[in-house]
């Protein structure tokens, strides 16, 4: 389903403890989900032949588990919703073992807007591509880690952004702040 990424942390990738920046994560997830789509035909080269650019609009990230120098990072990605003028990206960033099990790291999800490189409007997305993006589709015996299912009781997989439309805005949760009165 997924094309293979694949990468080493680095010591670049690293803070001063040795793990992994949380930034760093949103970065991995861009690029193993361009990657993923390129292998699919329906990636940024793909976009630019078309005179469509695509700009991000939305990233969701629930962190999980952290990775340290030298760790191996793999990546399951696929396509969820595909819109008019755009999509979303699932990508989920695992740590791969000495013995081959893989432990989930991150998962989130990227939207893309398609727009106008000229204008930077939005534009519907090219035919072709929309079809091509709704062929990527994760097999049905696909779960996101973290959830039993991409809907199951609490609710969508972290990250999915269901049909809501991206930048559209969520209230936040009230913020506990240690040491605040309720």
Known sequence: MSAEFRT???HVDTDATGIVHFSRYTSLMETAGTEHLEAHGAGLTAFGAAG???VAADLRVTYLH??????????DT????????????AVDLLREEGDGDRTPLVTGALAFAAVDPDTRRAVPLPAPLRQALRGIVPDAAHERIGTPSRSGPRGP?????GDRRPGARTPSPAVHRPGAGP
Not at 66 to 75: E, K, L, N, Q
């Open 66 to 75: 952290s990775a340290v120098y030298r760790d191996v990072i793999v990546a």
């Open 8 to 10: 080493r942390v680095e």
């Open 52 to 54: 469509v650019d695509l």
């Open 78 to 89: 696929w396509v969820g919703h595909v819109g008019a003028a755009w999509f979303t990206l």
């Open 157 to 161: 997989a972290a990250g999915d952004l």
